[in-house]
């Protein structure tokens, strides 16, 4: 096993490896930009090594200061953890090519998982389903609207490198085509440097059922169950959970077999994630595999007892997985709110800025995985993801109303957060019955809800605002800059308990 590893990214995933690591007796290196130095998992590592400016690609980014950083801290391995360099096959070459291990997968199988393209090709060879669709990219013209005439409308446009929504275009006339796959091209080529698309058959109103694998280098390869991850807004999941309540025994012995293929096809090794889209007809098709640890791994977690990060520090290490397939299982139910600082109310603005008030919850079957503390900043230049908030229960119901009762303990004040959002798909009558999919916030949210509330609410709050204005004269306190605090005296006049928020 490792004595001491880096990790090359920040947030919430480098302190949840961080106390992983730690409960392994293993050391930690933290890499930080200028605009983290004070950050948690600047704070909570045994070591911190500065890597350059705020931007992601001078800091985050830079693949030789982060190995450099790896050399002079003595660190034998590098934990990518998501986003940033995590699917990056060049950075995983280097690392290896330093002399260190790289805590994820193969360089090619990235590289063969990260092109679309190639990646539907080697899961037809190993008999996974995927939808109709080229078998290669495709430019625009009549060779593209013959294959699209061919699938049958509505087609997807997608890029062919990269995911997360970006270069995706849903086509439902043939006079949309053309135009489409033109506007998506500069997209993915502006986001990926690849400006590459296919064609494959638009299912609508699936579901996006993925299914967590684990394999290590003895050929050892198993899967974790799936996780229902259909809440999405953009393409971005927001709300995830494990098991998902439309999969039966069957079909989970049927999709974690083919998932398990999947991963053998590419030669995987590590943590990962097959993808796949799950229709009315209760088909399901390979989307894309995900070569990392994926955002929502505590929902498996929680329902299977594995640790998945310690596992991936394991098989990093060369050991054999000691669990089999049939020691998996599944207890109770877990849902993920993932707890951004944006604005639904201005579609999801992101909203930066210091965090000047943070009550986190807590309670049975409460977990809260974050990288943000009061008086930490949401900074302009990163991912504005506050925390994973996670709730399990004894069964689905008593998740959700877990989920509900967490949701409103949550408290923060200084930016915008989505917590009313979540709150507001918990109360859906349509995800309480567990009737979901891609499009379930279209056709289910009003995001107005979360403004208006009832009538009586509305009074009370009314009257509350002129009690604490009454009583409390002096509530908007001026900084020693001369501006004025930018705290609510509704947190002033009900969370004072002896501290004063300047």
């Not at 609207?145 to 995706?168: D, F, H, N, R």
């Not at 049939?326 to 109310?345: F, M, N, Q, T, W």
């Not at 859906?428 to 403004?451: C, N, R, W, Y």
């Amino acid at each position: 096993m490792f004595n001491r590893i880096l990790i090359a990214n920040r947030g919430e995933i480098a302190v949840r490896i961080i106390r992983a690591a730690r409960e392994m007796g293993i050391e930690t290196v933290a890499v930080y930009s200028d605009a983290d130095r004070m950050a948690l998992h600047t704070r909570l590592a045994d070591y911190a090594y500065n890597i350059g400016p705020p931007p992601s690609a001078e800091s985050y980014l830079n693949k030789e200061r982060i190995i450099e950083a790896a050399r002079q801290a003595k660190a034998e391995a590098i934990h990518p953890g998501y986003g940033f360099l995590a699917e990056n096959a060049d950075f995983a070459g280097a690392v290896t090519n330093a002399g260190l291990t790289f805590i994820g997968p193969p360089p090619q199988a990235i590289r063969d998982m990260g092109l679309k393209t190639r990646a539907r090709e080697i899961m037809q060879k190993a008999g996974v389903p995927v939808t109709p669709g080229t078998e290669s990219a495709i430019e625009p013209g009549k060779g593209a609207e013959k294959i699209a005439q061919e699938i049958g409308y509505p087609v997807l446009i997608k890029a062919a490198s990269g995911g997360g929504g970006k270069g995706m275009r849903i086509v439902h006339k043939p006079e949309e085509l053309l135009k489409s796959m033109e506007a998506a091209s500069r997209e993915a080529a502006s986001a990926f440097g690849d400006p590459q698309v296919y064609i494959e058959k638009y299912l609508e109103s699936p579901r996006h059922i993925e299914i967590q694998v684990l394999a290590d280098h003895h050929g050892n390869v198993i899967h974790l169950n799936e996780r229902e991850c259909s809440i999405q807004r953009r393409h971005q999941k927001v709300i995830e959970e494990a098991p998902s309540p439309v999969i039966t025994p069957e079909l989970r012995e049927k999709i974690g077999a083919a998932a398990v293929a999947a991963a053998r096809a590419c030669g995987y090794q590590n943590a990962g994630t097959v993808e796949f889209l799950f229709d009315k007809r209760r088909n399901f098709y390979f989307m894309e595999m995900n070569t990392r640890l994926q955002v929502e791994h505590p929902v498996t977690e929680m329902t299977t007892g594995i640790d998945l990060v310690k596992e991936q520090l394991k098989i990093a290490a060369g050991e054999p997985l000691t669990i089999k397939q049939e020691d998996v299982k599944i207890s109770g139910h877990a849902i993920e709110c993932r707890i951004y600082a944006e604005d639904p109310l201005n579609n999801f603005f992101p909203s930066t800025g210091r965090i000047d008030y943070f009550h986190t919850p807590a309670g049975p079957g409460i977990r809260n995985d974050s990288g943000i503390f009061e008086g930490g900043e949401i900074s302009v230049y990163y991912d504005p993801l506050i925390s994973k908030l996670v709730a399990w229960g004894g069964d689905r119901a008593e998740a959700i109303q877990r989920m509900k009762g967490a949701l409103q303990e949550y408290h923060i004040a200084g930016v915008h957060s989505n917590i009313a959002f979540c709150l507001l798909v918990m109360n859906t009558p349509a995800f309480v019955d567990g009737k979901i999919d891609t499009h379930f916030i279209e056709q289910h949210v009003q995001l107005s809800d979360m403004a208006e509330g009832s009538e009586e609410l509305r009074k009370i709050a009314a009257i509350a605002a002129v009690t604490a204005f009454h009583s409390e004269p002096k509530a908007a306190k001026i900084s020693k800059g001369g501006i004025p605090s930018a705290i609510s005296p509704w947190l002033t006049s009900g969370r004072r308990n002896g501290r004063e928020h300047i």
